[in-house]
């Protein structure tokens, strides 16, 4: 088992590998991949240490371009891979990267386990609300009436919200963030990698090709003061332009809604403090959408608790206590053994 270096001094140029970037141009990866960069210099975790999991899709390929170990896995099943590698080597960095149809489709099943078992690995969700790799068929997160050549019609089904899945899914960690916010996505994958256990972060990305603007009703610039609302602990939900606006609990319909300071009375003290330890909050935080509500964006839950691995090597030691080792052959003829002849 390898045991974990102290940091040391890297920038994004010692991360960024040789190979050939092979995004759509104007693909929310390059800023994605910008930003994790960032993130990983300012960590500092050495890179013989750094390993990154992807299953099949665009975001798959973040491996290649990044100047660390990886695996290109398969479909779906990249939680899996993950939580083998961090079993083997609890010392290593492990971060998954999947999209909206790998991670909460194919993979839904794998995503689930990772989380309620807190394994000690960083998830990053791309979602682009779409199947780019395979030319824009819709995706578990497309919006209802998404035109595809999957549904020419537009699509009927209900979308699955990344965040509220991965809630029930018992994660302890979870984030979100934007692909062009270069200040914020740093700062919520270096909280997501200091979480110990698994920490789960929502990444909405634009695909330029395949399902331009999905994103658009709160990320334009021209809007995103009214409809983003970015979230920290212990401090006010407040947002606008002006940050005049806030969310404050109903308590008569234990709702939440939107008010503005200097109306009808409203003060600092009427709007609601982000607890981020407070579940059922993160889970109403998760639900909000334009235009009745910003969408929230940094950590909405974080809670740790037991983190897989450590309980793991722990069950283990116990057990070499109890019993004394055993060599190999007195175990292979121990028990109900025979002979098998000719």
Not at 44 to 56: A, D, K, L, M, Y
Request: proline share 5%; aromatic share 8%; net charge neutral.
């Amino acid at each position: 088992m390898t045991v974990q270096q102290a940091p040391v001094a890297l920038t994004a140029k010692d991360l960024t590998s040789d190979q050939e970037v092979r995004w759509c141009p104007g693909c929310g990866d390059y800023a994605i991949i910008k930003g994790v960069r960032n993130a990983l210099a300012e960590i500092g975790t050495p890179r013989e240490q750094t390993v990154f999991v992807s299953g099949i899709g665009c975001a798959a390929r973040f491996p290649y371009y990044m100047a660390t170990y990886g695996f290109h896995t398969i479909h779906g099943r990249a939680p899996a891979v993950a939580t083998g590698l961090k079993l083997a080597n609890p010392g290593l960095d492990v971060w998954v990267v999947t999209g909206d149809g790998d991670c909460l489709s194919i993979g839904g099943n794998h995503t689930l386990h990772v989380l309620r078992r807190n394994v000690d690995v960083n998830v990053m969700l791309f979602n682009n609300a779409i199947y780019g790799l395979t030319k824009g068929q819709y995706s578990p997160t497309s919006r209802v009436g998404t035109k595809s050549p999957s549904t020419p019609l537009g699509s009927i089904d209900n979308p699955v919200s990344a965040t509220e899945f991965a809630l029930g899914c018992g994660a302890r960690f979870i984030a979100r963030s934007v692909d062009t916010l270069q200040k914020h996505l740093p700062v919520v994958l270096k909280r997501a990698h200091a979480h110990k256990g698994a920490s789960f972060v929502e990444i909405f990305q634009n695909c330029i090709v395949y399902n331009d603007g999905a994103f658009a009703h709160f990320t334009d610039r021209a809007i995103a003061a009214d409809t983003q609302i970015f979230v920290e602990h212990g401090k006010p939900l407040l947002f606008g332009k002006d940050n005049d606006k806030g969310i404050r609990l109903n308590t008569s319909a234990l709702k939440l809604e939107v008010v503005k300071l200097g109306e009808n009375g409203v003060t600092e003290a009427d709007i609601l403090v982000h607890d981020e330890k407070n579940k059922i909050l993160a889970t109403m935080l998760a639900q909000m959408q334009p235009p009745a509500f910003p969408v929230a964006l940094g950590v909405l839950y974080c809670d740790e608790g037991p983190e897989y691995m450590t309980a793991v090597y722990d069950q283990v030691e116990a057990a070499k206590t109890k019993k004394k080792a055993v060599p190999m052959n007195d175990l292979l003829h121990s028990g109900h053994t025979w002979r098998v002849g000719l």
